[in-house]
């Protein structure tokens, strides 16, 4: 493991590229959590150069002060890792870590403490030190491709919220059918059958849905057909 690293005020400012007076303000704007004291010298570590420096890149990113500040409490107040994931939990989701800013770039603008409040009582988003993790890469992907489509992140969440009932939902429907003629022992062999009937369902459904928007032809701004 690696030894722990500290480093005095005029240290920790240079290797963050700020100078010490800009490292006293955010210290009192509280965007960085307080140093350890040793009598009269205060001694700061990684985690602190590391926030120094996700608050440089979301400031060139245009982030301001506030929504920064607004963002290191939502982090600093969200379930850890281990919170998120469970311990040995079954899963054939891939998690990701992200820093702050990375976060920030696959939601341009959108990365607010209300949605990622939201995010995170979806049980999407945890934390893991200065990292943020996010349950799945899949919904990652899909989602930060919605929000690029146009579609609000905050109605994506909604959206997603909604969809966790159902599936919650499928989920007991096939347990229940497996556990009728089977042991809980062959819920992991089966679970891709269920997977497989709900992506094939969602699929004939969508083609149900797009070939009722097609039979009631195009649509004026009034609605008239």
Same mark, same amino acid.
């Given at each position: 493991?690696?030894e722990?690293?500290?480093?005095?005020?005029?240290?920790?400012?240079?290797?963050?590229?700020?100078?010490?007076?800009?490292?006293?303000?955010?210290r009192?704007?509280?965007?960085?959590?307080?140093?350890?004291?040793?009598?009269?010298?205060?001694?700061? =570590?990684?985690? @602190?150069?590391?926030?120094?420096?996700t608050?440089?890149?979301?400031?060139?990113?245009?982030?301001?002060?506030? $929504?920064?500040?607004?963002? +290191?409490?939502?982090?600093? @107040?969200?379930?850890?890792?281990?919170?998120?994931?469970?311990?040995?939990?079954?899963?054939?989701?891939?998690p990701?870590?992200?820093?702050?800013?990375?976060?920030?770039?696959?939601? +341009?603008?959108?990365?607010t403490p209300?949605?990622?409040?939201?995010?995170?009582?979806?049980?999407?988003?945890?934390?893991? $030190?200065?990292?943020?993790?996010?349950?799945?890469?899949?919904?990652?992907d899909? &989602?930060?491709?919605?929000?690029?489509?146009?579609?609000?992140?905050?109605?994506?969440?909604?959206?997603?919220?909604?969809?966790?009932?159902?599936?919650d939902?499928?989920?007991?429907?096939?347990?229940?059918?497996?556990?009728?003629?089977?042991?809980? =022992? =062959?819920?992991?062999?089966?679970?891709?059958?269920?997977?497989?009937?709900?992506e094939?369902?969602? &699929?004939?459904?969508?083609?149900?849905?797009?070939?009722?928007?097609?039979?009631? $032809?195009?649509?004026d701004? &009034?609605?008239?057909?």
């Open positions: 493991m690696a722990k690293r500290e480093y005095r005020m005029e240290e920790l400012a240079r290797l963050a590229g700020i100078t010490v007076r800009t490292l006293r303000f955010y009192e704007r509280k965007l960085i959590p307080p140093p350890r004291r040793e009598g009269r010298i205060a001694w700061y =570590d990684d985690h @602190h150069l590391n926030r120094l420096r608050i440089t890149a979301l400031l060139e990113r245009g982030h301001t002060l506030s $929504g920064i500040a607004e963002l +290191a409490e939502a982090f600093d @107040h969200g379930r850890d890792v281990g919170d998120l994931l469970g311990v040995g939990a079954p899963t054939e989701e891939e990701v870590h992200l820093t702050p800013e990375e976060l920030a770039d696959h939601f +341009a603008g959108e990365a209300e949605n990622l409040a939201a995010a995170m009582e979806l049980g999407y988003l945890g934390t893991d $030190g200065d990292e943020i993790v996010h349950i799945s890469r899949r919904l990652l899909v &989602s930060s491709a919605l929000v690029r489509e146009g579609i609000p992140l905050a109605e994506v969440l909604g959206a997603a919220k909604q969809v966790r009932t159902h599936a939902a499928l989920a007991e429907l096939f347990t229940g059918l497996v556990l009728r003629h089977a042991s809980e =022992d =062959d819920l992991p062999r089966l679970r891709p059958l269920a997977r497989s009937v709900v094939a369902e969602l &699929s004939l459904a969508l083609d149900r849905r797009m070939r009722r928007g097609g039979d009631r $032809g195009p649509t701004p &009034s609605g008239r057909t």
